[in-house]
Each structure stands twice: as structure tokens, then as C-alpha cells.
């Protein structure tokens, strides 16, 4: 077994404080990799504090770890000893179901999917996340990190920035279009990015009224303060596409009413309480409400790929693990441009 050291939840209520554990051994199709960065996801807080009613403990969250690889099984074919490599939100599916094959794993039609952390891998054990040094992982769920870019400003892009990419690509945000994009945190911010480099013309809706010029350094062409009713009503009836990035209770009528006839608005949020929906809101113009849950492996590859073509990255904060709870409250409250990132050499 590999020893490991990390931060945990072992309960919902506690804070995250120190954990020694230990990962499997590295097996033929395995990679291990010193993580050098995690990103903090709003869903690390949610699960940790069991937000989903989902939760399993003890809890090492991080889904957007990025690191050196350190060893690699006999038939590894992608890694070397001393690549960069990342993990996102998975560490692995039943690789033969259609939702599989057609590399959308995160959708399993068997419901195999394994996520990085808060699940279990294929011999029930539970998986720890990367708020650790260390990680062991199948090769075929590992990602290429180009040395061009930042490596800490990377690491959110394995689920803020998938998360966003994909649902903007499905719904072909680009010339012609108008996008909106929800809140801006570490979804929202790379959403923009986006969509903006897509070539859709991009509104960005903010309830933070400090965060407008922000908005438009990251590329925003309107920014809208989704609180003020006058705002909202100017471009009512506008958007081809809405991507929702929003972490808490809100009202998406208010956002379904924006749609044009046959306009889609998607949700990437996820709040603890379920949304009231008036059918109105989708049957006058035809509109679709629908959903989108990270992306697969490939499309991950695609999207780190295009970030080191155009030089995108997260916009990031660094910080300790001995902040990592106080980090996490700045993140409740909208408090962070645009997302923390923990530095594993303070473990
Ligand atoms: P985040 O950095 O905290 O950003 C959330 C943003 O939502 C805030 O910056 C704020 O933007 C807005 N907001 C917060 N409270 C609000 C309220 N009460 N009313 C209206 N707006 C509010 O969170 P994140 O890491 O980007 O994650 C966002 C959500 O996506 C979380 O629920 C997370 O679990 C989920 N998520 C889903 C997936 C997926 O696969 N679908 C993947 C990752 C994360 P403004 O200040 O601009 O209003
Ligand atoms: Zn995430």
C-alpha cells in the first residue's frame, strides 16, 4: 500500500484537520503522481458538509489535482516518470457500456462511473480525493498537462473548467450566439472565458455588483446585476444559451424568461434544495431546461489541449492547508477571484 497524507472531513460538522491514509498499490495500467496542486470546487464543501445527503467519511475532497508523475505500472503507455499529468472528477467507469464507449463516462450507463473522492472504486473501497501528496490512478483516467501554462492555474481547469467547456460545446456556443453565464465564481469565470473564446457574445450575470469590472477584464460583453429588475427586463427574451454556475437557492424563472423562442438554459450548479419551476416559463417560447455533469475523459483532453493553444487558465488564489477551512467559508461567501488553489508542499 502507498501512504498518503492529507486533509479530511470526518463528519459533517468538523472542520477538515490532518489524516494519514493509504492508496492501493500501483498496478500494470496505473499511474502514481505527487500532486503538487488541488483546486477548491463549491462541491468539495457541499459533500464535505454533506450539502447532496450523499456523503461518506471519512472525506478527502480535490478533484482538480495536478502533479508530477512518480512512478508507472508495466503497461502504461501514455505516462513517463517526471510528465505532468492531472485528475478530475473521476477515476474511472465500467469502460463497455454505449456512454462509455462513446466517451461520456461521467454518464455510465451501469452507473460505474468512480468518482475521485465521496465513492467507491470497483472493489468497494472508498476513494480519497487531492487534498493529499499523492494519488494512484489509471492511466486511461489521467489527463496531459502541457508544461506552457501555469501549473497551479491549471488544476481548477480539470472541473471548472470541463464543467463549463462542455455544456458550451454541446449547445454550440460560438458566432452568432447569445451565451449567459450565471454567477461569477470558479465555474462562472472559466464559462466566460469560453464562451468569450468560442465567439458567442457573452452577458454575464452577477448578484455582486463589485464584481462588474471584473466581469469585463475577464472578457464579458454586457454584465448584468441579476437583482435589479430593470437590468433583467432589457434583455429579456435575448439568450440562445444560459449556463447556470450558481452554488445557492435562486430563481430560474427569472432566467427562463430570458430565453428566446426555443433557447436553452442549463444547469451546472448544484444547490441543496430543489428548484419550483412555473410551467410557464418553459412552455411560452418552447424552452428547454436540461443539465450537464462535468464531461469525459476525451473532451477533457480536448479542453486542457485548446486552454495551452489559447493560453487559458483559472484565474487563482494560492493558499495553505492550514487555511483550507477558513478558504472554504471565503468560497460560501463569494469571497475568492475566482478560485483557491492549496499548495501540497504545505501538507
Ligand atoms: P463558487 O465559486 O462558489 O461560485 C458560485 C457563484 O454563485 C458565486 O460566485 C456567486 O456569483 C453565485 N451565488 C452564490 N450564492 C448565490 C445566491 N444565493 N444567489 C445567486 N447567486 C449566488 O462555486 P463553483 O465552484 O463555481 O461551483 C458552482 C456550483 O456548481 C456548485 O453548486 C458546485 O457544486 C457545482 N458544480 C457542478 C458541477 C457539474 O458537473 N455540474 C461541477 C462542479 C461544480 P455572483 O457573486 O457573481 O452572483
Ligand atoms: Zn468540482
Same mark, same amino acid.
Given at each position: 500500500?502507498?501512504?498518503?497524507?492529507?486533509?479530511?472531513?470526518?463528519?459533517?460538522?468538523?472542520?477538515?484537520?490532518?489524516?494519514?491514509?493509504?492508496?492501493?498499490?500501483?498496478?500494470?495500467?496505473?499511474?502514481?503522481?505527487?500532486?503538487?496542486?488541488?483546486?477548491?470546487?463549491?462541491?468539495?464543501?457541499?459533500?464535505?458538509?454533506?450539502?447532496?445527503?450523499?456523503?461518506?467519511?471519512?472525506?478527502?475532497?480535490?478533484?482538480?489535482?495536478?502533479?508530477?508523475?512518480?512512478?508507472?505500472?508495466?503497461? %502504461?503507455?501514455?505516462?513517463?516518470?517526471?510528465?505532468? !499529468?492531472? /485528475?478530475?472528477?473521476?477515476? +474511472?467507469?465500467?469502460?463497455? $457500456?454505449? @456512454?462509455?464507449?462513446?466517451?461520456?463516462?461521467?454518464?455510465?450507463?451501469?452507473?460505474?462511473?468512480?468518482?475521485?473522492?465521496?465513492?467507491?472504486?470497483?472493489?468497494?473501497?472508498?476513494?480519497?480525493?487531492?487534498?493529499?501528496?499523492?494519488?494512484?490512478?489509471?492511466?486511461?483516467?489521467?489527463?496531459?498537462?502541457?508544461?506552457?501554462?501555469?501549473?497551479?492555474?491549471?488544476?481548477?481547469?480539470?472541473?471548472?473548467?470541463?464543467?463549463?467547456?462542455?455544456?458550451?460545446?454541446?449547445?454550440?456556443?460560438?458566432?452568432?450566439?447569445?451565451?449567459?453565464?450565471?454567477?461569477?465564481?470558479?465555474?462562472?469565470?472559466?464559462?466566460?472565458?469560453?464562451?468569450?473564446?468560442?465567439?458567442?457574445?457573452?452577458?454575464?450575470?452577477?448578484?455582486?455588483?463589485?464584481?462588474?469590472?471584473?466581469?469585463?477584464?475577464?472578457?464579458?460583453?454586457?454584465? %448584468?446585476?441579476?437583482?435589479?429588475?430593470?437590468?433583467? !427586463?432589457? /434583455?429579456?427574451?435575448?439568450? +440562445?444559451?444560459?449556463?447556470? $454556475?450558481? @452554488?445557492?437557492?435562486?430563481?430560474?424563472?427569472?432566467?427562463?424568461?430570458?430565453?428566446?423562442?426555443?433557447?436553452?438554459?442549463?444547469?451546472?450548479?448544484?444547490?441543496?434544495?430543489?428548484?419550483?419551476?412555473?410551467?410557464?416559463?418553459?412552455?411560452?417560447?418552447?424552452?428547454?431546461?436540461?443539465?450537464?455533469?462535468?464531461?469525459?475523459?476525451?473532451?477533457?483532453?480536448?479542453?486542457?489541449?485548446?486552454?495551452?493553444?489559447?493560453?487559458?487558465?483559472?484565474?487563482?488564489?494560492?493558499?495553505?492547508?492550514?487555511?483550507?477551512?477558513?478558504?472554504?467559508?471565503?468560497?460560501?461567501?463569494?469571497?475568492?477571484?475566482?478560485?483557491?488553489?492549496?499548495?501540497?508542499?504545505?501538507?
Amino acid at each position: 500500500m502507498l501512504a498518503s497524507k492529507g486533509y479530511a472531513a470526518q463528519n459533517a460538522e468538523t472542520p477538515l484537520a490532518p489524516w494519514s491514509f493509504e492508496r492501493r498499490d500501483l498496478g500494470p495500467n496505473d499511474i502514481q503522481i505527487e500532486i503538487k496542486f488541488c483546486g477548491i470546487c463549491h462541491s468539495d464543501i457541499h459533500q464535505a458538509r454533506n450539502e447532496w445527503g450523499n456523503s461518506l467519511y471519512p472525506m478527502v475532497p480535490g478533484h482538480e489535482i495536478v502533479g508530477v508523475v512518480s512512478a508507472v505500472g508495466s503497461n %502504461v503507455k501514455k505516462f513517463k516518470v517526471g510528465d505532468l !499529468a492531472g /485528475v478530475g472528477c473521476m477515476v +474511472d467507469s465500467c469502460h463497455e $457500456c454505449n @456512454s462509455c464507449k462513446a466517451g461520456e463516462e461521467q454518464y455510465c450507463d451501469r452507473g460505474a462511473t468512480v468518482f475521485t473522492y465521496n465513492g467507491k472504486d470497483q472493489n468497494g473501497n472508498l476513494t480519497f480525493g487531492g487534498y493529499s501528496n499523492n494519488i494512484v490512478v489509471t492511466e486511461s483516467f489521467a489527463l496531459s498537462i502541457s508544461p506552457k501554462l501555469q501549473l497551479a492555474a491549471v488544476a481548477p481547469l480539470l472541473c471548472a473548467g470541463i464543467t463549463t467547456y462542455s455544456p458550451l460545446r454541446h449547445w454550440g456556443a460560438g458566432p452568432g450566439k447569445k451565451v449567459g453565464i450565471v454567477g461569477l465564481g470558479g465555474l462562472g469565470h472559466m464559462g466566460l472565458k469560453f464562451s468569450r473564446a468560442f465567439g458567442a457574445h457573452t452577458t454575464l450575470f452577477t448578484t455582486s455588483p463589485s464584481k462588474v469590472e471584473d466581469a469585463r477584464k475577464l472578457g464579458a460583453d454586457e454584465v %448584468v446585476i441579476s437583482k435589479d429588475p430593470s437590468q433583467m !427586463a432589457q /434583455v429579456s427574451g435575448s439568450f +440562445d444559451f444560459i449556463l447556470d $454556475c450558481v @452554488s445557492a437557492e435562486h430563481d430560474i424563472n427569472s432566467y427562463l424568461n430570458l430565453l428566446r423562442r426555443d433557447g436553452t438554459l442549463c444547469l451546472v450548479g448544484v444547490p441543496e434544495k430543489p428548484f419550483a419551476i412555473h410551467a410557464f416559463s418553459v412552455i411560452a417560447g418552447r424552452k428547454s431546461l436540461s443539465g450537464s455533469m462535468i464531461g469525459g475523459i476525451r473532451e477533457t483532453q480536448e479542453m486542457l489541449d485548446f486552454c495551452a493553444e489559447h493560453n487559458i487558465v483559472c484565474d487563482i488564489e494560492m493558499t495553505t492547508y492550514d487555511k483550507v477551512n477558513e478558504a472554504f467559508e471565503r468560497v460560501v461567501n463569494g469571497d475568492v477571484k475566482y478560485r483557491f488553489v492549496l499548495d501540497a508542499a504545505s501538507l
